[in-house]
């Protein structure tokens, strides 16, 4: 297969961007999005130019490092899967594939594809956790949690914090991932005694980032890659307002 990619390169935070185009050819349906891409830069390195700059790690679904916006969707034309999970054989060959960096305001582009998430980790720091006294592993059974409970969390817990929901967004609104973390942190017994404190402080957080409001647009879950629910949007409204109330 070949293609013809146009490619958002920025040298720097403050440098202007522009599109660059390029040919690949000899690609395998087979081979993942990122490979195509690490064929290309290999190409650039032998002809002297400069890579282009983007981000993996695992490569598999689990991290959440690989985001790129292809043909102007967030993680590209398949819904469920990441960026490096997708396969050449879901683009036309032949064809122009426009590849650009997740873009929002609370995401500043640190150089080509690549884009600073750490507004994420700031949200996370003001209270996506749980304190717990550490020691020996209580037994299995000596916290009891409802099964439906249990798999709510545990979908919730699914979000790899890629960042795809925010991209997704006209309001660049980090609703769907503050909402997951909530959800996966208070629905579960172990997460109760922090439970309106977390929400509060997380929320704010969310707002001090530079993220935007909800407006219910949905296109969050369409292209989160773990199919997260904005029913734990609605969730985090709810724990939010009660919350309020006992502040
Ligand atoms: S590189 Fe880890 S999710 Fe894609």
């Given at each position: 297969m070949k293609f013809r990619l146009k490619i958002w390169r920025q040298a720097g935070p403050e440098a202007?961007?522009?599109f660059e185009y390029h040919e690949v050819d000899g690609i395998s349906p087979d081979q993942s999005f990122l490979e195509m891409l690490d064929q290309l830069n290999e190409k650039l390195?032998?002809?002297?130019?400069e890579e282009i700059a983007f981000e993996s790690d695992c490569r598999e679904g689990i991290c959440g490092m690989c985001g790129l916006t292809i043909n102007g969707q967030p993680h590209g034309p398949r819904l469920?899967?990441?960026?490096c999970e997708l396969r050449m054989r879901h683009?036309?060959?032949g064809s122009t594939i426009t590849v650009e960096p997740f873009r929002a305001d609370?995401?500043?582009?640190?150089?080509?594809?690549?884009?600073?998430?750490?507004a994420f980790d700031r949200i996370m720091a003001a209270g996506g956790y749980i304190s717990v006294n550490t020691g020996s592993a209580p037994d299995a059974n000596t916290i009891p949690v409802p099964k439906p409970v249990a798999e709510e969390a545990m979908d919730a817990a699914a979000c790899i914090g890629c960042g795809a929901c925010v991209a997704a967004c006209p309001n660049a609104s980090a609703a769907l991932f503050v909402g997951a973390k909530i959800s996966h942190?208070?629905?579960?017994?172990?997460g109760h005694?922090?439970?309106e404190r977390r929400v509060l402080r997380m929320v704010e957080a969310m707002d001090i980032?530079?993220?935007?409001?909800?407006?219910?647009h949905g296109e969050c879950q369409a292209a989160c890659p773990k199919d997260i629910s904005i029913v734990n949007i609605a969730r985090m409204r709810a724990e939010y307002r009660k919350a309020s109330v006992w502040a």
């Open positions: 202007q961007g522009h390195v032998k002809d002297g130019k469920k899967t990441t960026t683009f036309q060959d609370a995401f500043p582009i640190i150089k080509d594809l690549v884009v600073d998430r750490s942190l208070s629905l579960l017994p172990q005694p922090e439970r980032n530079g993220f935007g409001a909800c407006s219910n």
